[in-house]
């Protein structure tokens, strides 16, 4: 088992920014993948940024520019910085490991609100 904490959720006005960080435990030698997803009330959750094992990124087009996605192995933590927020970042952010078989744990989630 892998357990994710997330932190770093808070309220924030358009155009400023926030830092999430969600530390690992437990099982990490199994982490390859690290994923942030987030969802908004009434809508789907949906990836916003994944960073892999060999530290290459990929990011939703609609935070790519923005958003940055990064993690420190030695502490076992990733952090997404948001820049720029906007209102429709508004979310609930869950933190993800994903396993060598294709397995998805779950943090529980911290919410981010962005006010206009």
């Known amino acids: 088992q892998v357990q994710l904490v997330e932190s770093g959720g808070g309220s924030v006005q358009a155009g400023g920014s926030l830092k999430l960080s969600c530390a690992a435990s437990?099982?990490?030698?199994?982490?390859?993948?690290m994923e942030w997803h987030r969802q908004a009330p009434g809508k789907q959750r949906e990836l916003v940024a994944i960073i892999r094992a060999d530290g290459t990124t990929n990011y939703a087009g609609s935070v790519k520019g923005r958003f940055t996605i990064s993690r420190d192995n030695a502490a076992n933590t990733v952090y997404l910085e948001m820049n720029r927020l906007k209102p429709e970042d508004t979310a609930r952010y869950y933190c993800?490991?994903?396993?060598?078989?294709?397995?998805?744990?779950w943090g529980q989630g911290t919410l981010v609100t962005v006010s206009s």
């Open positions: 437990g099982r990490i030698f199994e982490i390859n993948d």
């Open positions: 993800s490991a994903r396993n060598d078989s294709g397995y998805h744990f």
